[in-house]
């Protein structure tokens, strides 16, 4: 995928990695960067075309792909994350991550692929985590959602082939967005995560590991899980 001349959207570009994706496609040539955001005005990057875009809204996803028919690169970007725990979170905000992180991704992607088709194939990029990857004490209706983006990557890699959308996938670890605010751990520079990812593909990568963490992640999935987990290993009701 040539990224130069290319016609990219990204969506959830008025912040965090968004916006760092909008930023470094501008700095490498795109001819149109269009910046989709639930509310454009938030966008302030110069240089980018602003787009309403809801992912959750059938009729906004629509509108967006009729007014940027000429995309030859597609960043689903947008997500959200709640902390709902899957046993006793609010079900309400579970359901909004999937319908957000998973349903808006495939409803993006189904929009667009006939225009990626006619303008000669073009290319995919999802935003994953390695949360699709791994169990914690909270998030893991955001992890869940992030898991079926990663099945849904694969699946739609498939389902281009024959008609020649490159369909690249994106793990990262935490990154300093807003939705990382407030969590005292080491954080990814989103433009580090864009720069890396567009890296990837100009490639042709299927795949871009963003960190170290989402590296030695991907590698545990062959283990054991005990390794991952060994805090359940031998759980006891207790007395």
Same mark, same amino acid.
């Given at each position: 995928?040539?990224?130069?001349?290319?016609?990219?959207?990204?969506?959830?570009?008025?912040?965090?990695?968004? =916006? +760092? !994706? $909008?930023?470094? %496609?501008? *700095?490498? /040539?795109?001819?149109? &960067?269009?910046?989709?955001?639930?509310?454009?005005?938030?966008?302030?990057?110069?240089?980018?075309?602003?787009?309403?875009?809801?992912?959750?809204?059938?009729?906004?996803?629509?509108?967006?792909?009729?007014?940027?028919?000429?995309?030859?690169?597609?960043?689903?970007?947008?997500?959200?994350?709640?902390?709902?725990?899957?046993?006793?979170?609010?079900?309400?905000?579970?359901?909004?991550?999937?319908?957000?992180?998973?349903?808006?991704?495939?409803?993006?992607? =189904? +929009? !667009? $692929?006939?225009? %990626?088709? *006619?303008? /000669?194939?073009?290319? &995919?990029?999802?935003?994953?985590?390695?949360?699709?990857?791994?169990?914690?004490?909270?998030?893991?209706?955001?992890?869940?959602?992030?898991?079926?983006?990663?099945?849904?990557?694969?699946?739609?890699?498939?389902?281009?082939?024959?008609?020649?959308?490159?369909?690249?996938?994106?793990?990262?670890?935490?990154?300093?967005?807003?939705?990382?605010?407030?969590?005292?751990?080491?954080?990814?520079?989103?433009?580090?995560?864009?720069?890396?990812?567009?890296?990837?593909? +100009?490639?042709?990568?299927?795949?871009?590991?963003?960190?170290?963490?989402? &590296?030695?992640?991907?590698?545990?999935?062959?283990?054991?899980?005990?390794?991952?987990?060994?805090?359940?290993?031998?759980?006891?009701?207790?007395?």
């Amino acid at each position: 995928m040539q990224i130069e001349n290319s016609v990219a959207l990204v969506t959830g570009a008025n912040r965090g990695i968004g =916006r +760092a !994706f $909008a930023e470094e %496609l501008l *700095r490498r /040539g795109a001819h149109t &960067v269009y910046a989709a955001a639930r509310r454009p005005e938030t966008v302030d990057l110069p240089g980018v075309i602003p787009l309403q875009l809801d992912v959750t809204d059938p009729a906004q996803v629509a509108a967006a792909a009729e007014a940027a028919s000429d995309t030859t690169l597609l960043v689903n970007n947008a997500g959200i994350s709640t902390y709902a725990k899957l046993v006793t979170g609010d079900l309400t905000d579970i359901r909004r991550e999937m319908d957000t992180n998973y349903y808006g991704s495939l409803a993006m992607v =189904r +929009a !667009f $692929a006939p225009h %990626l088709a *006619r303008n /000669g194939g073009g290319a &995919v990029l999802n935003v994953l985590s390695v949360m699709a990857w791994l169990g914690y004490e909270h998030s893991n209706g955001y992890g869940a959602s992030k898991a079926a983006l990663w099945a849904l990557t694969n699946g739609i890699r498939v389902e281009l082939i024959e008609q020649g959308t490159q369909v690249t996938g994106l793990l990262l670890a935490s990154t300093d967005t807003d939705m990382m605010a407030g969590i005292d751990v080491a954080k990814n520079r989103p433009e580090d995560v864009a720069r890396v990812a567009l890296d990837g593909v +100009a490639a042709g990568a299927l795949e871009v590991l963003a960190d170290e963490i989402s &590296v030695g992640l991907k590698a545990s999935l062959a283990q054991n899980p005990a390794v991952l987990y060994p805090q359940a290993v031998g759980v006891r009701p207790p007395a």
